[in-house]
Protein backbone atom coordinates (compact mmCIF):
# COMPACT_ATOMS: atom_id res chain seq x y z
CA UNK A 1 0.00 0.00 0.00
CA UNK A 2 1.64 3.26 -1.10
CA UNK A 3 0.28 6.29 0.38
CA UNK A 4 1.87 9.58 -1.09
CA UNK A 5 2.51 13.17 1.17
CA UNK A 6 1.79 16.11 -0.37
CA UNK A 7 4.95 17.51 1.57
CA UNK A 8 8.08 16.05 0.65
CA UNK A 9 9.61 16.75 3.59
CA UNK A 10 7.21 14.47 5.25
CA UNK A 11 8.05 10.96 5.29
CA UNK A 12 5.37 8.40 4.92
CA UNK A 13 5.13 5.60 8.07
CA UNK A 14 5.67 1.95 6.55
CA UNK A 15 5.10 0.47 10.43
CA UNK A 16 4.09 0.60 13.80
CA UNK A 17 5.31 0.24 17.29
CA UNK A 18 3.29 -1.20 19.04
CA UNK A 19 3.64 -0.09 23.15
CA UNK A 20 1.92 -0.51 26.37
CA UNK A 21 2.57 -0.95 29.66
CA UNK A 22 2.70 -4.95 30.15
CA UNK A 23 5.73 -4.49 27.71
CA UNK A 24 7.99 -2.55 30.10
CA UNK A 25 7.77 -5.26 32.58
CA UNK A 26 10.59 -7.05 34.43
CA UNK A 27 10.08 -10.25 33.59
CA UNK A 28 8.32 -10.29 30.10
CA UNK A 29 8.66 -14.12 29.96
CA UNK A 30 5.66 -14.40 32.65
CA UNK A 31 3.81 -12.11 30.83
CA UNK A 32 4.35 -14.29 27.79
CA UNK A 33 3.47 -17.38 29.84
CA UNK A 34 0.21 -15.55 31.24
CA UNK A 35 -0.98 -14.57 27.99
CA UNK A 36 -0.33 -18.05 26.26
CA UNK A 37 -2.21 -19.94 29.32
CA UNK A 38 -4.99 -17.05 28.84
CA UNK A 39 -5.29 -17.65 24.67
CA UNK A 40 -4.85 -21.70 25.15
CA UNK A 41 -8.13 -21.82 27.19
CA UNK A 42 -10.14 -19.28 24.62
CA UNK A 43 -8.90 -20.94 22.02
CA UNK A 44 -9.79 -24.92 23.41
CA UNK A 45 -12.62 -23.74 25.03
CA UNK A 46 -14.48 -21.97 22.73
CA UNK A 47 -13.57 -24.18 20.15
CA UNK A 48 -14.87 -27.08 22.62
CA UNK A 49 -17.94 -25.37 22.37
CA UNK A 50 -18.63 -24.93 19.10
CA UNK A 51 -17.78 -28.13 18.08
CA UNK A 52 -20.33 -29.68 20.97
CA UNK A 53 -23.31 -27.49 19.49
CA UNK A 54 -22.36 -28.42 16.26
CA UNK A 55 -22.29 -31.95 16.63
CA UNK A 56 -24.88 -32.57 19.75
CA UNK A 57 -28.54 -33.24 18.17
CA UNK A 58 -29.97 -32.30 21.70
CA UNK A 59 -28.48 -28.53 21.44
CA UNK A 60 -29.95 -27.85 18.15
CA UNK A 61 -32.40 -24.76 19.16
CA UNK A 62 -31.75 -21.28 18.25
CA UNK A 63 -30.49 -20.48 22.25
CA UNK A 64 -27.93 -22.90 20.85
CA UNK A 65 -26.88 -21.82 16.78
CA UNK A 66 -26.40 -18.37 18.39
CA UNK A 67 -23.84 -19.67 21.22
CA UNK A 68 -21.69 -21.42 18.29
CA UNK A 69 -21.36 -18.38 16.34
CA UNK A 70 -20.75 -16.62 19.61
CA UNK A 71 -17.98 -18.86 20.75
CA UNK A 72 -16.20 -19.08 17.59
CA UNK A 73 -16.48 -14.95 17.45
CA UNK A 74 -14.46 -15.21 20.77
CA UNK A 75 -12.07 -17.27 19.16
CA UNK A 76 -11.13 -15.22 16.33
CA UNK A 77 -11.49 -12.16 18.92
CA UNK A 78 -8.32 -13.42 21.04
CA UNK A 79 -6.61 -14.36 17.91
CA UNK A 80 -6.71 -10.74 16.84
CA UNK A 81 -4.80 -9.67 19.07
CA UNK A 82 -3.03 -12.15 22.03
CA UNK A 83 -0.51 -13.99 19.57
CA UNK A 84 0.83 -10.48 18.68
CA UNK A 85 1.05 -9.22 22.03
CA UNK A 86 3.01 -12.79 23.17
CA UNK A 87 5.59 -11.81 19.99
CA UNK A 88 6.20 -8.64 21.25
CA UNK A 89 7.17 -10.03 24.74
CA UNK A 90 9.87 -11.88 23.34
CA UNK A 91 11.11 -10.21 20.85
CA UNK A 92 11.56 -6.44 19.76
CA UNK A 93 10.24 -7.27 15.94
CA UNK A 94 7.69 -8.50 17.63
CA UNK A 95 6.30 -5.08 18.96
CA UNK A 96 6.35 -4.20 15.25
CA UNK A 97 3.46 -4.20 13.15
CA UNK A 98 3.50 -3.21 9.25
CA UNK A 99 0.57 -0.35 8.14
CA UNK A 100 -0.83 -2.37 6.22
CA UNK A 101 -1.21 -5.03 9.14
CA UNK A 102 -2.42 -2.43 11.00
CA UNK A 103 -5.03 -1.91 8.65
CA UNK A 104 -6.02 -5.47 8.33
CA UNK A 105 -6.00 -5.68 12.60
CA UNK A 106 -8.00 -2.69 13.11
CA UNK A 107 -10.66 -4.24 10.68
CA UNK A 108 -10.72 -7.22 12.28
CA UNK A 109 -10.82 -6.16 15.66
CA UNK A 110 -14.13 -4.30 15.20
CA UNK A 111 -15.47 -5.95 12.72
CA UNK A 112 -15.40 -9.32 15.20
CA UNK A 113 -16.21 -7.09 18.56
CA UNK A 114 -19.34 -5.04 16.29
CA UNK A 115 -20.78 -8.50 15.33
CA UNK A 116 -20.32 -9.95 18.72
CA UNK A 117 -22.31 -6.75 19.67
CA UNK A 118 -25.06 -6.89 17.37
CA UNK A 119 -25.19 -11.19 18.20
CA UNK A 120 -25.66 -10.21 21.92
CA UNK A 121 -28.66 -9.02 21.01
CA UNK A 122 -29.91 -11.18 18.79
CA UNK A 123 -30.16 -13.56 21.75
CA UNK A 124 -31.73 -11.58 23.79
CA UNK A 125 -34.47 -11.36 21.12
CA UNK A 126 -34.38 -15.15 21.18
CA UNK A 127 -34.62 -15.64 24.79
CA UNK A 128 -37.62 -13.21 24.82
CA UNK A 129 -39.47 -15.00 21.94
CA UNK A 130 -39.09 -18.22 23.88
CA UNK A 131 -40.02 -16.84 27.73
CA UNK A 132 -42.75 -14.48 26.39
CA UNK A 133 -44.12 -16.02 23.68
CA UNK A 134 -43.84 -19.44 23.61
CA UNK A 135 -46.40 -20.35 21.52
CA UNK A 136 -45.42 -18.55 18.67
CA UNK A 137 -41.52 -19.58 19.08
CA UNK A 138 -41.04 -22.20 16.75
CA UNK A 139 -42.69 -20.48 13.68
CA UNK A 140 -40.83 -16.99 14.98
CA UNK A 141 -37.52 -18.28 15.44
CA UNK A 142 -37.04 -21.39 12.87
CA UNK A 143 -34.10 -22.32 11.09
CA UNK A 144 -34.34 -20.07 8.26
CA UNK A 145 -35.08 -16.98 10.70
CA UNK A 146 -31.69 -18.30 12.74
CA UNK A 147 -29.59 -18.36 9.34
CA UNK A 148 -31.11 -15.19 8.35
CA UNK A 149 -30.32 -13.14 11.69
CA UNK A 150 -26.74 -15.13 12.11
CA UNK A 151 -25.62 -13.10 8.54
CA UNK A 152 -27.12 -10.03 9.14
CA UNK A 153 -25.16 -9.67 12.23
CA UNK A 154 -21.97 -10.65 10.32
CA UNK A 155 -23.02 -8.63 7.45
CA UNK A 156 -23.50 -5.56 9.59
CA UNK A 157 -20.25 -5.99 11.47
CA UNK A 158 -18.47 -6.11 8.48
CA UNK A 159 -19.93 -2.74 6.98
CA UNK A 160 -19.84 -1.47 10.51
CA UNK A 161 -15.90 -1.91 10.86
CA UNK A 162 -15.40 -1.31 7.18
CA UNK A 163 -16.73 2.79 8.03
CA UNK A 164 -14.65 3.20 10.93
CA UNK A 165 -11.32 1.92 9.05
CA UNK A 166 -11.92 3.70 5.87
CA UNK A 167 -12.22 7.20 8.02
CA UNK A 168 -9.59 6.17 10.27
CA UNK A 169 -6.50 5.15 7.25
CA UNK A 170 -8.00 7.81 4.66
CA UNK A 171 -5.86 10.17 6.74
CA UNK A 172 -2.01 10.89 6.88
CA UNK A 173 0.51 9.32 8.96
CA UNK A 174 3.70 10.53 8.68
CA UNK A 175 5.33 11.24 11.88
CA UNK A 176 4.91 9.39 15.20
CA UNK A 177 5.24 5.90 14.57
CA UNK A 178 4.33 4.70 18.31
CA UNK A 179 1.05 3.50 18.84
CA UNK A 180 0.37 3.94 22.35
CA UNK A 181 -1.70 0.82 22.87
CA UNK A 182 -0.87 -3.26 22.51
CA UNK A 183 -2.87 -3.44 19.31
CA UNK A 184 -4.08 -1.28 16.28
CA UNK A 185 -7.43 0.11 18.02
CA UNK A 186 -8.94 3.70 16.27
CA UNK A 187 -8.30 5.97 19.27
CA UNK A 188 -4.70 5.23 19.95
CA UNK A 189 -3.97 5.75 15.97
CA UNK A 190 -5.45 8.23 15.25
CA UNK A 191 -3.50 10.16 17.94
CA UNK A 192 -0.48 9.60 15.19
CA UNK A 193 -2.46 10.83 12.50
CA UNK A 194 -0.63 14.14 11.06
CA UNK A 195 -4.47 15.68 9.90
CA UNK A 196 -6.86 17.02 12.54
CA UNK A 197 -8.85 13.90 13.45
CA UNK A 198 -12.26 15.78 15.12
CA UNK A 199 -14.58 14.15 12.55
CA UNK A 200 -12.93 11.01 13.22
CA UNK A 201 -13.51 11.27 16.69
CA UNK A 202 -16.76 12.73 16.36
CA UNK A 203 -18.50 9.86 14.35
CA UNK A 204 -16.51 7.19 16.48
CA UNK A 205 -18.35 8.63 19.36
CA UNK A 206 -21.54 8.72 17.55
CA UNK A 207 -21.16 5.50 15.48
CA UNK A 208 -19.81 3.18 18.15
CA UNK A 209 -22.12 4.95 20.80
CA UNK A 210 -25.36 4.68 19.21
CA UNK A 211 -24.52 1.74 17.74
CA UNK A 212 -23.80 0.15 21.27
CA UNK A 213 -26.46 1.99 22.89
CA UNK A 214 -29.30 0.88 20.87
CA UNK A 215 -28.29 -2.53 21.18
CA UNK A 216 -27.88 -2.31 25.03
CA UNK A 217 -31.70 -0.78 25.36
CA UNK A 218 -33.07 -3.49 22.87
CA UNK A 219 -30.99 -5.93 25.85
CA UNK A 220 -32.90 -4.16 28.40
CA UNK A 221 -36.41 -4.44 26.88
CA UNK A 222 -36.26 -8.05 26.24
CA UNK A 223 -35.24 -8.77 29.82
CA UNK A 224 -37.75 -6.57 31.47
CA UNK A 225 -40.95 -8.59 29.55
CA UNK A 226 -38.58 -11.46 29.96
CA UNK A 227 -38.85 -10.78 34.07
CA UNK A 228 -42.15 -9.62 34.45
CA UNK A 229 -43.24 -12.96 32.25
CA UNK A 230 -40.86 -15.01 34.35
CA UNK A 231 -42.52 -13.49 37.71
CA UNK A 232 -45.80 -14.72 36.45
CA UNK A 233 -45.26 -18.00 36.55
CA UNK A 234 -46.33 -20.06 39.08
CA UNK A 235 -43.52 -22.45 39.77
CA UNK A 236 -41.02 -21.60 41.33
CA UNK A 237 -39.14 -24.85 39.19
CA UNK A 238 -40.32 -23.37 36.43
CA UNK A 239 -39.17 -19.77 37.24
CA UNK A 240 -35.59 -21.13 38.16
CA UNK A 241 -35.54 -22.61 34.87
CA UNK A 242 -36.09 -19.52 33.00
CA UNK A 243 -34.05 -17.34 35.22
CA UNK A 244 -31.26 -19.84 34.76
CA UNK A 245 -31.17 -19.85 30.45
CA UNK A 246 -30.88 -16.12 30.87
CA UNK A 247 -28.51 -15.59 33.78
CA UNK A 248 -25.33 -16.62 31.37
CA UNK A 249 -26.73 -14.44 28.75
CA UNK A 250 -26.83 -11.40 31.34
CA UNK A 251 -23.01 -12.60 32.29
CA UNK A 252 -21.92 -12.22 29.43
CA UNK A 253 -23.75 -9.19 27.76
CA UNK A 254 -22.33 -6.88 31.35
CA UNK A 255 -18.74 -8.58 30.71
CA UNK A 256 -18.92 -7.23 27.23
CA UNK A 257 -20.23 -3.89 27.72
CA UNK A 258 -18.63 -2.31 30.70
CA UNK A 259 -14.70 -2.36 29.55
CA UNK A 260 -15.49 -0.81 26.05
CA UNK A 261 -17.43 2.10 27.59
CA UNK A 262 -14.35 2.99 29.20
CA UNK A 263 -12.02 3.71 26.29
CA UNK A 264 -14.28 4.68 23.13
CA UNK A 265 -16.40 7.30 25.03
CA UNK A 266 -12.96 8.89 25.93
CA UNK A 267 -11.31 9.01 22.56
CA UNK A 268 -9.24 12.08 23.28
CA UNK A 269 -8.25 10.97 26.67
CA UNK A 270 -4.65 10.49 27.43
CA UNK A 271 -5.05 7.57 29.22
CA UNK A 272 -6.41 5.60 26.41
CA UNK A 273 -3.07 3.84 25.97
CA UNK A 274 -2.64 2.22 29.29
CA UNK A 275 -5.74 0.54 29.51
CA UNK A 276 -6.67 -2.39 31.49
CA UNK A 277 -10.29 -2.34 30.86
CA UNK A 278 -9.54 -3.45 26.86
CA UNK A 279 -7.29 -6.10 28.44
CA UNK A 280 -9.68 -7.39 29.59
CA UNK A 281 -12.52 -7.42 27.13
CA UNK A 282 -10.05 -8.61 24.56
CA UNK A 283 -8.73 -11.61 26.72
CA UNK A 284 -10.45 -12.22 30.06
CA UNK A 285 -14.07 -11.99 28.95
CA UNK A 286 -13.32 -14.47 25.45
CA UNK A 287 -11.75 -16.96 27.99
CA UNK A 288 -14.68 -16.73 30.75
CA UNK A 289 -17.21 -17.08 28.45
CA UNK A 290 -17.29 -21.04 27.91
CA UNK A 291 -17.17 -21.29 31.55
CA UNK A 292 -19.68 -19.20 32.26
CA UNK A 293 -22.35 -20.99 29.60
CA UNK A 294 -21.03 -24.48 30.70
CA UNK A 295 -21.22 -24.17 34.55
CA UNK A 296 -24.42 -22.50 34.34
CA UNK A 297 -25.84 -24.52 31.88
CA UNK A 298 -27.06 -28.40 32.65
CA UNK A 299 -27.61 -29.61 28.71
CA UNK A 300 -24.41 -27.86 27.56
CA UNK A 301 -22.50 -29.60 30.57
CA UNK A 302 -24.03 -33.12 29.59
CA UNK A 303 -24.27 -32.61 25.82
CA UNK A 304 -20.20 -32.42 26.56
CA UNK A 305 -19.92 -34.99 28.58
CA UNK A 306 -21.29 -36.83 25.81
CA UNK A 307 -18.73 -35.43 23.41
CA UNK A 308 -15.93 -36.11 25.46
CA UNK A 309 -17.50 -40.06 26.07
CA UNK A 310 -17.04 -40.74 22.29
CA UNK A 311 -13.58 -41.10 22.67
CA UNK A 312 -13.42 -42.71 25.67
CA UNK A 313 -12.42 -46.84 25.42
CA UNK A 314 -15.53 -47.04 27.85
CA UNK A 315 -17.77 -46.30 25.67
CA UNK A 316 -19.97 -48.92 24.29
CA UNK A 317 -19.99 -49.35 21.17
CA UNK A 318 -23.69 -49.53 20.44
CA UNK A 319 -24.10 -46.25 22.51
CA UNK A 320 -26.65 -43.65 21.28
CA UNK A 321 -23.91 -41.33 21.21
CA UNK A 322 -21.39 -42.55 18.85
Known amino acids: ?6 DPNQTEVSYFFLESLMYTAEHPSLFFLLFFIIYAITVTGNLLILLTVGSDPHLSSPMYHFLGHLSFLDAC ?31 CFHF ?19 ICQP ?19 WATGAVHSAIH ?28 ACADTTINELVMLVNIGVVAASCLILIIISYVFIIAAVLRIRSSASRQRAFSTC ?36 MVTP ?36
Open 1 to 6: MAWKTE
Open 77 to 107: LSTVTVPKVMAGLLTLDGKVITFEGCVVQLY
Open 112 to 130: LASTECFLYTVMAYDRYLA
Open 135 to 153: LHYPVAMNRQMCAGLAGIT
Open 165 to 192: TFLTFRLRYCGPDHIDYFFCDIPPVLKL
Open 247 to 282: SSHLTVVLLYYMPPVCIYLQPSSSEVGAGMPAVFYT
Open 287 to 322: MLNPFIYTLRNKEVKRALRRLLSRGSPESPAGSPFT
